[in-house]
């Protein structure tokens, strides 16, 4: 980033995918694993929270929907797999709040 770039709006800004294919889809889906109500409980935990820099959006597919539930969070670009409300607390806590990586919950390279 140079000094001429504007300031972020969030300091970290979470895409969680909530895609939703047909049970008989050839392609495994994120929303068929929960990943809608996992996104709105996380959406729910940060507002209780009252963590102002930090934005929760459902996004269509992120392309990882096999190794899914997908999240990625900017500007960072780090990707997390998430399954449980206890998985989502541990990104909240560690990666949100804590300002480390939830190493257990990282994705690994495509």
Request: charged fraction near 25%.
């Amino acid at each position: 980033m140079s000094q001429n770039d504007p300031k972020p709006v969030y300091e970290f800004h979470v895409f969680c995918c909530t895609t939703r294919r047909p049970d008989d889809s050839p392609h495994p889906s994120c929303g068929q694993k929960n990943s809608q109500d996992l996104t709105t409980y996380l959406r729910e935990k940060v507002a209780e929270l009252e963590l102002e820099n930090v934005r929760i959006n459902p996004a269509s597919c992120l392309g990882r929907c096999d190794q899914g539930p997908a999240m990625v969070i900017y500007p960072q670009g780090v990707w997390y797999k998430f399954t449980s409300r206890e998985d989502l607390d541990e990104i909240l806590s560690s990666h949100l709040m804590g300002k480390g990586l939830a190493e257990r919950l990282l994705m690994p390279a495509p």
